[in-house]
């Protein structure tokens, strides 16, 4: 199917491989005024996250873009999250039925835990990490242990001002 809707996992991870903070923290973000956030936007109508993403993003204002947020989660109550649909359905499950429907494409979105259960059931298409240069010595690992091996294939790769590389694959 030339039209099917593919799932991308989207991530900013440091240099030494983090993308959060020991704390959940991402202010180590640079602000980069060049890259097309409108146009990244553009491409998804639907965010796929965990529960510690989802709460993350709920501190940070909500789901960039105002995206409907799916939350996978065992924990969480759907009366906790007006602004989500949780589920405790299989990811493989959540991603044909999203599959299933016309759309755009679907977003990945945060923790390495939920990246690693998806690319572990076959589910990713697409692995966009944007490279910041920064070394946190710690943190929430873009690759959490058990992730397993995979091949991928260099779509794009950009530069930006801030030093930011962003480097997008496709899974094989």
Same mark, same amino acid.
């Given at each position: ?11 900013? &991870?440091?240099?030494?491989?983090? #993308?959060?903070?020991?704390? /959940?923290?991402?202010?180590?973000? !640079?602000?980069? !005024? ?10 998804? $109508? ?6 510690? %993403?989802?709460?993350?993003? =709920? ?5 960039? /873009? ?10 969480? =109550? ?8 949780? %589920?405790? $359905?299989?990811?493989? &499950?959540?991603? $044909?039925?999203? =599959? ?5 494409? #679907? ?32 943190? #929430?690992?873009?690759? !959490?242990? /058990?992730? !397993? ?5 260099? %779509? ?11 480097? %997008?694959?496709?899974?094989?």
């Amino acid at each position: 199917m030339a039209n099917a809707r593919r799932v991308i996992y989207s991530v900013a &991870a440091t240099l030494d491989g983090y #993308i959060a903070d020991p704390d /959940g923290g991402i202010d180590w973000i !640079p602000e980069e !005024p060049t890259i097309d956030w409108a146009g990244f936007m553009a491409r998804f $109508d639907v965010a796929l996250m965990g529960r510690r %993403t989802y709460e993350a993003a =709920r501190r940070l204002g909500g789901v960039p /873009g105002g995206l409907p947020a799916i939350v996978l989660s065992s924990t969480l =109550r759907q009366e906790d999250c007006p602004d989500a649909t949780v %589920t405790r $359905d299989d990811p493989a &499950a959540v991603v $044909d039925r999203l =599959r299933g429907t016309p759309g755009k494409d #679907i977003w990945l979105m945060g923790g390495g835990a939920l990246f690693r259960s998806f690319l572990a059931a076959g589910l990713v298409d697409m692995v966009e990490v944007a490279v910041v240069p920064v070394l946190l010595g710690t943190g #929430i690992p873009l690759l !959490p242990e /058990g992730t !397993p091996a995979a091949q991928l294939a260099l %779509t794009v790769h950009r530069t930006y001002p801030s030093g930011i590389v962003l480097l %997008t694959y496709e899974v094989r």
